[in-house]
């Protein structure tokens, strides 16, 4: 079982709206984003979320994003592509994001700043996430 899949699996059922399938295809997504991390955050600071994001990377409280604010900033290309993949439709893709996301962003930056060629790395992910949806292992 890939590293990928073992996150699906510790999601489980435990989040509304699908987060296991979404987590292993938002990870692919977000490495293969246009800029990495870095791109992610300048599509976020260009879209008028600079606090919001920029408290993701901190070493602070996230502050929360609402899937509306999200389908506003995200290329639609990459939320119809999650929907896709995971067999959900785009409220609900972005449903999940809503508590993905900030979480992804603030486990990828644990030092409160985005090192430069930032990725998402599954095997830190896994470990950081764990408690994120109890461990199941």
């Known amino acids: 079982m890939s590293l990928l899949d073992t996150l699906a699996s510790m999601a489980g059922g435990n989040q509304q709206g699908g987060s296991a399938s979404l987590l292993p295809a938002l990870i692919e997504q977000l490495n293969k984003y246009p800029g990495g991390l870095s ?14 994001v920029a408290s993701w990377v901190g070493t602070g409280q996230n502050l929360p994003v609402s899937p509306d604010q999200l389908g506003s900033v995200l290329d639609p290309g990459v939320v119809n592509d999650l929907a896709a993949k995971t067999g ?17 962003v603030d486990k990828a930056t644990p030092d409160g700043a985005v090192q430069p060629g930032s990725q998402f790395n599954p095997t830190d992910l896994l470990a950081s996430l764990s408690g994120l949806f109890g461990n199941r292992s």
């Open 39 to 52: 791109g992610l955050i300048a599509q976020f600071q260009q879209g008028g979320l600079s606090d919001v």
């Open 88 to 104: 959900q439709d785009t409220n609900s893709v972005l449903g999940s994001l809503s508590s993905l996301l900030p979480q992804l």
